[in-house]
């Protein structure tokens, strides 16, 4: 192929990936087949750079430093909403609406209102061309160097037919997967945790560096229009524009629901309220629309806000009560990390007695001190945190919090991280940090080993049973050891032993993520181990050939390098090596033929055989895809004991249902 056609099919696929991960959901490809296609597409531009144009996916962040932001004027104003906290209110709003509208008939559409940054993205004859803060609702900033690092906004639109200027509003934001990750990397490389994804994206997006925000896994989903011109003919509610924007590339929620009136809005606001805490980002309400654009004219606007619109938003879980004390947590990594203790308070529905402080210059920030009152809060799934501090009604005997000088746990001395935040215990016998260190070890994420929590890895220590890793492999020749521990039954004994057997086959990216190394996180580990493919390349690799691969700092290589080098990391190594810990590194090569390839299942039920996990790994060594919900597109449904809805769906569909032996047959025919 000549290089101008491979570039032009790459930048296809390239996009079409896009679309599917970002807008419809449904990836065909990993991660790490796509930076594959990125990485073909770079190298050849490399080679011609004639050939790179400024819309092409390698582009998306330019590699220079931005100066400052430049004042946007938007065309029309990004209005603010009307925010409502009950049933009465929001039912007070559609009277009003069909007051105004003369008893017309009309619907809603009703759209998650996600906590993030507001932006309006302009594409001009598809391409993007301008991507802008909503600042005072006039005049914004133009972030648009930093939006086009975001890999959920299309650089040009998808199809044919979209208008020559369109303009898109809606949200940037930082879903909780992602936002994780980051905060692991941050932590690992001791800077401060982020506290909530919705500031962390203001910060991120005010970044003069796009190469940073593109590190981040922001997302963008749409959720209104500015200036459209021309208008697409068969668009003449929210819900047809929205469709649309989707048949371009541009995300919609997945949540957005058309309902026919406010009693139905009311049902989908219960309904997305029980829902809100496992979806995978952070909404504080739902935004009530009126669905028809010609209804919307008719109604027009307040100063402030249009009138055919309102946000209805969940109470925020947020309670006050004393702080009591502070516990010192050592981690696997000996930073020790301050808890607050509380008198317990109801929150959310649970009864609330501790919250994270995260480090001592977050102590500092807020001011706090044992005796005083606060305010803690519950956003998404994270832990309870302290967000205020009544400082008026300070005890006169409140007592500061005292930075620890030497380990609560050992009693060794402490060092703060040169770069960072954290206070460190650096003793590596550390009780505290072995036993951190074992828990993180047979972890899901890491070796995943089942029948290892958290309660039995305490035990196995405090009957001397293990001490390090390689102590777990022993167990099986200590098996009466085991089954006189307290309440062990012979089940559980074997369990165990069945589980650590097992964790023996899982790859090496998985053992290094497993060893606590600082900076070396589930990402940097499988890009190490796919590089070096055993322990032993690694173990002969020097700092400067690990840095060469794609994604690894110098920081990173560093820190693996000093760990190898120590005694610990050798004789960690060798320990795993000698009970007989996998130390290679698949080579996936993802199957081009067989019964499965390309093909979507779904597992429900409790299977015999397997635990989730390994099906649905098997499914996509073999090509197929796994999707948590049953469709018109899902080809097999793989049944185990107790299947409800998933399985009667599939039946009211005519989806194809499998047992596992049936299931083993397909693979292997
Ligand atoms: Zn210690």
Redesign the pocket.
């Known amino acids: 192929m000549k290089p101008a056609d491979e570039v032009a099919s790459l930048r296809e696929q390239i996009r079409r990936h896009d679309y599917l991960y970002y807008v419809v959901a449904e990836p065909e490809i990993s991660d790490r087949d796509y930076d594959k296609l990125l990485r073909r597409l770079r190298d050849l531009e490399d080679a011609h750079p004639d050939l790179i144009t400024p819309d092409s996916p390698t582009r998306r962040v330019s590699g220079e430093a931005i100066e400052g932001f430049a004042h946007v004027d938007h065309a029309l104003p990004m209005m603010s909403v009307d925010n409502t906290y009950s049933e009465e209110e929001l039912r007070d709003f559609d009277r009003r609406v069909r007051k105004l509208l003369e008893d017309r008939p009309f619907d809603y559409v009703v759209d998650p209102k996600i906590d993030g940054v507001a932006v309006s993205l302009r594409f001009e004859k598809g391409r993007l061309a301008l991507a802008a803060t909503r600042g005072d609702g006039r005049v914004g900033d133009d972030i648009t160097a930093n939006v086009r690092a975001i890999r959920s906004v299309p650089l040009t639109l998808r199809g044919k037919g979209h208008p020559d200027v369109l303009e898109t509003r809606g949200e940037i934001f930082w879903p909780w997967a992602a936002f994780h990750a980051v905060n692991e990397k941050r932590e690992e490389g001791g800077l401060a945790r982020f506290a909530n994804p919705r500031n962390a994206t203001t910060g991120t997006l005010k970044q003069l560096d796009p190469s940073v925000v593109a590190e981040r896994g922001l997302q963008f989903v749409a959720h209104g229009f500015g200036v459209i011109e021309p208008w697409p003919r068969d668009a003449g509610t929210h819900s047809e524009m929205s469709a649309l924007l989707r048949e371009w590339g541009i995300p919609v929620s997945s949540a957005q629901r058309r309902c026919a009136g406010i009693d139905a809005v009311w049902a989908f606001v219960n309904e997305f309220g029980a829902m809100r805490a496992n979806l995978p980002y952070e909404t504080d309400g739902l935004v009530v629309k009126v669905n028809a654009f010609d209804a919307r004219d008719q109604l027009g606007a307040t100063s402030r806000a249009p009138r055919w619109c309102i946000a209805y938003k969940y109470a925020a879980a947020q309670a006050q009560t004393r702080l009591i004390g502070v516990d010192y947590q050592?981690g696997k990594t000996?930073q020790i990390t301050p808890r607050a203790r509380f008198e317990p308070v109801l929150l959310a529905g649970t009864t609330v007695r501790h919250a994270s402080l995260h480090n001592f210059d977050q102590v500092d920030r807020l001011d706090v001190r044992i005796g005083d009152l606060v305010t803690i809060e519950k956003a998404g799934e994270i832990i309870p945190q302290v967000v205020a501090v009544d400082h008026d009604a300070r005890p006169a005997d409140a007592q500061m919090i005292e930075r620890p000088t030497r380990?609560?746990?050992?009693?060794?001395p402490v060092e703060k991280d040169p770069d960072g935040v954290y206070v460190r215990?650096v003793?590596p016998a550390?009780?505290?940090?072995v036993r951190e260190r074992l828990i993180y070890f047979c972890g899901r994420d890491q070796m995943d080993i089942e029948g290892a929590g958290e309660k039995m890895v305490e035990i196995l220590l405090d009957h001397g049973l293990v001490r390090t890793y390689a102590d777990l492999y022993r167990l099986a020749d200590r098996r009466d050891g085991l089954l006189q521990l307290e309440r062990l039954g012979e089940k559980s004994a074997d369990n165990l032993l069945e589980g650590i057997e097992r964790s023996k086959r899982q790859p090496l990216a998985r053992v290094l993520a497993s060893l606590a190394i600082r900076h070396i996180g589930a990402s940097n580990a499988e890009l190490i181990a796919n590089h070096f493919g055993d322990i032993d390349a690694i173990l002969g690799a020097d700092s400067e050939a690990i840095q060469e691969i794609d994604g690894i700092g110098p920081e990173a290589a560093a820190s693996l390098r000093k760990w190898l080098d120590g005694d610990t990391g050798r004789s960690v190594i060798e320990g795993l090596r000698a009970a007989g810990v996998n130390m290679t590194q698949p080579r996936s090569a993802t199957p081009t033929s067989g019964a499965i390839v390309g093909k979507s299942f779904v597992v429900t039920g409790t299977l015999e055989k397997y635990k989730r996990s390994e099906i649905e790994g098997l499914i996509k060594q073999n090509g197929g895809k796994v999707a948590s919900s049953v469709s018109k597109k899902t080809d097999f449904l793989v049944v185990g004991a107790d299947a409800g809805s998933k399985l009667e769906k599939a039946r009211s569909l005519g989806v194809t249902t499998l047992t596992e032996t049936e299931f083993e047959r397909l693979l292997s025919s």
């Open positions: 050592v000996g380990c609560p746990e050992c009693g060794a215990c003793n550390c009780p505290a940090q």
